[in-house]
């Protein structure tokens, strides 16, 4: 099922572009067992404006120098791949996992069991809590990769600005008017240094109503929303050249369990074999 936080604007080219729902059957290959579970059509839809254009429909030249998702054979003893292209969203077992092709950079996480994992593509991972469903649910992760824009989610009419480095993240989210910006700080995640802000959205605020909620939007014009009571942290690294961003947002729903989960799943992250 399409993304509850996230729509896709189709293109007849976008052969790279980012799958939302997982694919019918899964391959063995050390993959832990899909879960047959996805939410229903009733389930929640919520209401988006069409995006704008993206900056982009092609994966940019500069991943290469980012560090590489390793082979089947590459995995550290003890580490299974998440699900790669054209396999089921899976629901883990107890461990430590790394990501797969078609995301070209290597991260690695230990995840409680029944977290969830959605199907990856060229520029974004996601993650989720046990009561979630890897792309959306109270408590979850995603790894994104530029080419991507930032806009305020408290507005309708922001066309967006190009965010390809730290430093073009810093000023994008520093522009923001609507929602309560916190930081930015400086942290290391994953064994990489970068900034980090957290972004808030009061259940009821003057300044941000009627805005369309979108904050990021990926190549292909895929959307990440924050929502009235949600919060958002962002944490922008750099990765040999290659801006990473680290999403971790969390709604109403979530439980202390869902946020201790999330901060211990974060602090097991490694980047491209960083401790």
Same mark, same amino acid.
């Given at each position: 099922?399409?993304?509850?936080?996230?729509?896709?604007?189709?293109?007849?080219?976008?052969?790279?572009?980012?799958?939302?729902?997982?694919?019918?059957?899964?391959?063995?290959?050390?993959?832990?067992?899909?879960?047959?579970?996805?939410?229903?059509?009733?389930?929640?839809?919520?209401?988006?404006?069409?995006?704008?254009?993206?900056?982009?429909?092609?994966?940019?030249?500069?991943?290469?120098?980012?560090?590489?998702?390793?082979?089947?054979?590459? #995995?550290?003893?003890?580490?299974?791949? /998440?699900?790669?292209?054209?396999?089921?969203?899976?629901?883990?077992?107890?461990?430590?996992?790394?990501?797969?092709?078609? #995301?070209?950079?290597?991260?690695? @996480?230990? @995840?409680?069991?029944?977290?969830?994992?959605?199907?990856?593509?060229?520029?974004?991972?996601?993650?989720?809590?046990?009561?979630?469903?890897?792309?959306?649910?109270?408590?979850?992760?995603?790894?994104?990769?530029?080419?991507?824009? #930032?806009?305020?989610?408290?507005?309708?009419?922001?066309?967006?600005?190009? @965010?390809?480095?730290?430093?073009? #993240?810093?000023?994008?989210?520093?522009?923001?008017?609507?929602?309560?910006?916190?930081?930015?700080?400086?942290?290391?995640?994953?064994?990489?240094?970068?900034?980090?802000?957290? /972004?808030?959205?009061?259940?009821?605020?003057?300044?941000?109503?009627?805005?369309?909620?979108? @904050?990021?939007?990926?190549?292909?014009?895929?959307?990440?929303? /924050?929502?009235?009571?949600?919060?958002?942290?962002?944490?922008?690294?750099?990765?040999?050249?290659?801006?990473?961003?680290?999403?971790?947002?969390?709604?109403?729903?979530?439980?202390?369990?869902?946020?201790?989960?999330?901060?211990?799943?974060?602090?097991?992250?490694?980047?491209?074999?960083?401790?």
């Amino acid at each position: 099922m399409p993304s509850k936080r996230l729509l896709t604007v189709c293109a007849a080219s976008a052969v790279t572009a980012v799958v939302l729902a997982g694919c019918g059957g899964s391959s063995s290959g050390g993959k832990p067992s899909a879960s047959g579970s996805t939410p229903s059509l009733g389930a929640s839809t919520q209401s988006m404006s069409t995006p704008a254009t993206s900056g982009g429909t092609s994966t940019p030249s500069t991943l290469s120098s980012a560090s590489p998702t390793p082979a089947a054979s590459d #995995f550290p003893s003890g580490t299974s791949p /998440l699900p790669a292209e054209g396999e089921d969203t899976a629901t883990l077992e107890a461990g430590r996992y790394v990501t797969s092709d078609p #995301f070209p950079v290597s991260v690695s @996480v230990t @995840v409680p069991a029944g977290w969830k994992s959605e199907e990856p593509g060229a520029y974004v991972v996601f993650l989720s809590t046990a009561d979630g469903f890897g792309n959306d649910g109270p408590a979850t992760l995603a790894l994104l990769l530029s080419p991507l824009e #930032f806009s305020d989610p408290c507005s309708t009419d922001d066309p967006g600005t190009s @965010v390809a480095s730290v430093d073009d #993240f810093v000023k994008a989210v520093a522009a923001m008017r609507g929602p309560k910006v916190t930081g930015p700080k400086d942290v290391t995640l994953g064994g990489l240094k970068g900034r980090q802000v957290t /972004l808030s959205a009061p259940a009821k605020s003057v300044s941000c109503k009627g805005g369309n909620g979108v @904050v990021m939007t990926l190549a292909l014009g895929h959307q990440f929303l /924050l929502n009235p009571g949600e919060t958002m942290s962002l944490t922008a690294l750099d990765d040999s050249g290659v801006l990473l961003i680290v999403e971790e947002r969390t709604t109403p729903a979530a439980t202390p369990q869902d946020r201790a989960q999330i901060a211990k799943v974060l602090q097991s992250m490694s980047i491209g074999g960083s401790t």
